[in-house]
Nanobody, 115 residues
Framework: VQLQASGGGLVQPGGSLRLACEVSGVTLSTYVMGWYRQAPGKQRELIISMSSGSSTTYLEDSVKGRFTMSRFNYKNTVSLQMNNLKPEDTAVYYC?????????WGQGTLVTVSS
């Protein structure tokens, strides 16, 4: 099982990024999926999750109105569209399932928001 996140980078405040996560070794449609982030010196936190049927099941307050998750079960991929990025969004971003048994964590992708 592998979760490979990509799409991170350096962006100015107010900018946008789109992250992708390819999931291999399992059938994505059987899992609720989410995006997590871990800022420097902080614990990893769930910021958004989505059911197999593409209903948002969780959305952290600080990203409401700015982040949107999508999933493409047919190609085992989830994405995260991030708009109006702020310096406090700087973190390593991961995808995984928020269900009781997480899949093996991937490396994540680093997002840095800075002018």
């Amino acid at each position: 099982v592998q979760l490979q996140a990509s799409g991170g980078g350096l962006v100015q405040p107010g900018g946008s990024l789109r992250l992708a996560c390819e999931v291999s070794g399992v059938t994505l449609s059987t899992y609720v999926m989410g995006w997590y982030r871990q800022a420097p010196g902080k614990q990893r936190e769930l910021i958004i999750s989505m059911s197999s049927g593409s209903s948002t099941t969780y959305l952290e307050d600080s990203v409401k109105g700015r982040f949107t998750m999508s999933r493409f079960n047919y190609k085992n991929t989830v994405s995260l569209q991030m708009n109006n990025l702020k310096p406090e969004d700087t973190a390593v971003y991961y995808c995984n399932t928020p269900e009781s048994r997480p899949l093996p964590w991937g490396q994540g992708t680093l997002v840095t928001v800075s002018s």
